[in-house]
């Protein structure tokens, strides 16, 4: 099978991919393939280090198979392990609407959004995860389980044997400083975090400094050979335009993600009408809805109300039912963009801002989050600052195409060189084989932060 295979459905019990079951409904690029892209340097430490694992067990578990960045890098991470060496499976976790309401809540918290974490609230998220463990009971038997996000975040407490290695990797802008104000949330928080490990932040400024364990630093990454990022025909970028009724004719303005109140979709809408007052160009605005996520439907009706009746404005959902159909929607429209759009409050990294710097587009994104890892301001990229000063920008890329094409340069160049799947496939091997080892675990090491990528000297918040 390839990439352009049909997407999966996942088996009953959640299993996405397993190949100890041989159900590999999906796959990547050969390894050789990335050898022109990063190098063969790159591409042998990163066998090294897998063969040093020595073909160990690994499950990869998260909330959903549907859009996001998680699941957006297992589908390609998966299938390069196994090519690797490594038994790997991939299953997601189910819980009623109450429960995604309760985890969604969770995030935002998490986040920095003011609020209290109730009882009634740690009961409907515990009622789930232990239905979900006596469900799985019997079955995590591998020798490295990682648990992404917050979801199956106390899984580990049910689960894990005394002879496995488990980390959590915290894809999201998590503010320890909301965390020890809300001293609910953290006994919560840090009464799960003990089962681990280690944990896998994106970025230093995320580590929660005294949860008593290992901290690795590993980012995340883009797979260039994906529907999402691989080089498309002219032809097949006009296909997708005329599907949706896009005149290429006029310059696209683009914002493409989730549909999510972190995204910063209101600050783009409300630079675009200033920028189109002195230059005539159009504002896509594209995403689907995360299974996990049922504030996105909200999301996505408040930004057609708000936009209705301006006809140089488009919002789309595009339907998560076939992956690569989606995939491949998203990989046109940033490629037909003049500028790309992610002015994001709030940004656990912004996978959407690594995949239009790939694509050589100048990108408008806000320093929060991790965001300032990619966007190093008026060389790959540039700051929102305020609808007035943004719209100026947004003008003067319009206008000076070239100006927007060599700042796209730069950007597609910094993303070779530090996110593209296998230097940072090599950095999560190795942490895993840390973890096996018992290296993390070791008295020494409970407070000690390892990093696999550059430090930055960025803002604890970020200005947003």
């Known amino acids: 099978m390839n990439n352009a295979d049909a997407p999966p459905l996942p088996f009953p019990d959640g299993t996405v991919y397993s190949a100890p079951l041989q159900h590999r409904p999906f796959s990547c690029a050969p390894l050789e393939q990335y050898i022109p892209v990063v190098g063969i340097e790159e591409v042998d430490r990163l066998r090294r280090v897998a063969d040093a694992l020595e073909g160990a067990s690994v499950l990869e578990m998260n909330s959903s198979a549907k859009g996001g960045g998680v699941a957006e890098m297992l589908f390609s991470q998966i299938p390069l392990m196994e090519q690797l060496g490594l038994s790997v499976e991939w299953r997601t976790i189910s819980g009623a609407p109450e429960y995604y309401e309760t985890t969604k809540a969770l995030h935002n918290l998490l986040q920095g959004k003011r609020g209290s974490f109730t009882p009634e609230m740690e009961g409907t998220y515990l009622e789930s995860i232990e239905q979900c463990a006596l469900e799985r009971a019997g079955s995590c038997g591998h020798d490295v389980?990682?648990?992404?996000?917050?979801?199956?975040?106390?899984?580990?407490?049910?689960?894990?044997?005394?002879d496995q290695a488990w980390l959590w990797r915290c894809h999201i802008d998590i503010d320890e400083e909301t965390i020890r104000r809300t001293p609910r949330l953290w006994d919560f928080m840090t009464r799960w975090a003990e089962y681990y490990d280690g944990t896998i932040f994106s970025a230093v400024h995320y580590v929660v400094s005294k949860w008593p364990i290992a901290k690795l630093l590993i980012p995340p990454f883009i797979d260039p050979f994906s529907e999402k990022n691989r080089e498309l025909t002219r032809e097949e970028i006009r296909l997708v335009l005329d599907k949706h009724g896009i005149d290429p004719a006029v310059p696209i303005v683009a914002q493409i993600g989730r549909y999510d109140r972190w995204k910063g979709i209101d600050r783009t809408i409300k630079a675009f009408r200033l920028a189109r007052q002195e230059e005539k160009c159009q504002l896509i605005i594209a995403g689907g809805l995360a299974e996990d996520d049922p504030e996105g439907i909200q999301v996505l009706n408040e930004t057609i109300e708000a936009t209705?009746?301006?006809?140089?404005?488009?919002?789309?959902?595009?339907?998560?039912?076939?992956?690569?159909?989606?995939?491949?929607?998203?990989?046109?429209?940033?490629?037909?963009?003049?500028?790309?759009?992610?002015?994001?409050?709030?940004?656990?990294?912004?996978?959407?801002?690594?995949?239009?710097?790939?694509?050589?587009?100048?990108?408008?994104?806000?320093?929060?989050?991790?965001?300032?890892?990619?966007?190093?301001?008026?060389?790959?990229?540039?700051?929102?600052?305020?609808?007035?000063?943004?719209?100026?920008?947004?003008?003067?890329?319009?206008?000076?195409?070239?100006?927007?094409?060599?700042?796209?340069?730069?950007?597609?160049?910094?993303?070779?060189?530090?996110?593209?799947?296998?230097?940072?496939?090599?950095?999560?091997?190795?942490?895993?084989q840390l973890a096996r080892k018992g290296l993390l675990r070791h008295e020494d090491c409970r407070d000690c932060i390892i990093s696999f990528h550059p430090w930055y000297k960025l803002s604890k918040r970020g200005r947003g």
Request: net charge neutral.
């Open 308 to 432: 209705a009746g301006e006809e140089d404005i488009r919002v789309l959902s595009l339907s998560l039912d076939d992956r690569l159909a989606n995939w491949h929607e998203v990989n046109a429209l940033q490629r037909a963009a003049s500028v790309i759009m992610q002015p994001s409050t709030r940004e656990g990294f912004g996978l959407v801002i690594t995949e239009a710097l790939w694509k050589g587009k100048p990108v408008i994104g806000s320093d929060a989050g991790a965001i300032p890892m990619q966007i190093r301001s008026g060389t790959t990229g540039f700051f929102y600052g305020g609808a007035g000063n943004t719209a100026k920008r947004l003008v003067s890329l319009l206008r000076d195409p070239d100006f927007g094409r060599a700042v796209g340069h730069h950007g597609r160049e910094y993303v070779r060189q530090h996110f593209l799947m296998p230097m940072r496939v090599a950095d999560y091997l190795q942490g895993m």
């Open 145 to 162: 389980v990682i648990i992404h996000d917050p979801q199956p975040f106390a899984l580990g407490h049910y689960l894990r044997s005394d």
